[in-house]
């Protein structure tokens, strides 16, 4: 089952602007995690907030996180050519039997112009 | 430098015919999963271990089966009864939750396993 749905789809932008992804989930959640996806390649984790944290920052990312909304947006500042790939959202349920079951959503496909 | 090695890149199905995906990791992690992922979709969980010798099944776990005799190692095997395995395969591993207060870890994945069906 999906939880974390993302938004939009799919996103074009000009190098040097900012770049802003939703993600929004159906359950309650112990953390939300951001990973990045380069074409044919396996996933990246980004970052990690958790459920009493509001706002987290890495360097170009900023994650924002509102549990009574159920969402949280990812932030990218001044992108590069680079930053071009999939991000999806990643939410987690209860420990299930003391293992980590990530719920992963169906991603938003960033393309970066130069 | 530590990670996880998915082997081959690609990999051709005949029909009626078992094919093993192969998952290396030297990063130590207890934890190693596999997930599915078809054309413009997230990642669906096939199956998961904890340690070494204990697996679940996950979200999509019919067609599919593994073993985890090592700690470093956990292949899939796409069996017969797996009627569309077209698909990208992805292995992923992390340190165990309880390993660090209960906290979450990040999962670390190979570049994937590309299977087609001839």
């Known amino acids: 089952s999906q939880q974390g749905e993302e938004d939009p789809q799919a996103l074009s932008i000009q190098e040097g602007e900012n770049a802003t992804m939703n993600c929004s989930y159906k359950?309650?959640?112990?953390?939300l995690q951001w990973y990045r996806q380069n074409s044919g390649r396996g996933l990246v984790h980004l970052i990690l907030?958790?459920?009493?944290?509001r706002e987290k920052h890495s360097g170009r990312l900023r994650v924002t996180l509102d549990t009574s909304k159920k969402s949280s947006s990812l932030l990218i500042t001044a992108s590069r050519a680079a930053d071009t790939a999939s991000y999806f959202c990643?939410?987690?349920?209860?420990?299930?039997?003391?293992?980590?079951?990530?719920?992963f959503g169906q991603g938003t496909r960033l393309t970066i112009n130069p | 430098d530590g990670g996880i090695t998915q082997s081959p890149k690609y990999l051709f199905r005949k029909e009626g015919q078992n094919v093993t995906l192969s998952c290396e990791q030297n990063?130590?992690?207890?934890?190693m999963y596999w997930y599915r992922q078809d054309p413009g979709q997230g990642l669906r969980l096939i199956y998961y271990?904890?340690?070494?010798?204990?697996?679940q099944k996950g979200d999509i776990a019919e067609g599919y089966s593994v073993s985890r005799e090592k700690k470093e190692s956990f292949p899939l095997t796409v069996t017969s009864a797996q009627k569309n395995p077209t698909a990208f395969y992805l292995c992923?591993?992390?340190?165990?939750?309880?390993?660090?207060?209960?906290?979450?870890?990040?999962?670390?994945f190979g570049d994937g396993t590309r299977l087609s069906i001839l």
């Open positions: 992923a591993s992390s340190r165990r939750p309880w390993a660090a207060q209960g906290a979450y870890q990040p999962q670390h």
């Open positions: 271990s904890q340690i070494v010798n204990d697996f």
């Open positions: 907030i958790r459920s009493n944290e």
């Open positions: 990643a939410t987690d349920p209860p420990l299930f039997q003391g293992a980590q079951k990530l719920v």
């Open positions: 359950t309650s959640i112990n953390n």
């Open positions: 990063l130590n992690h207890d934890a």
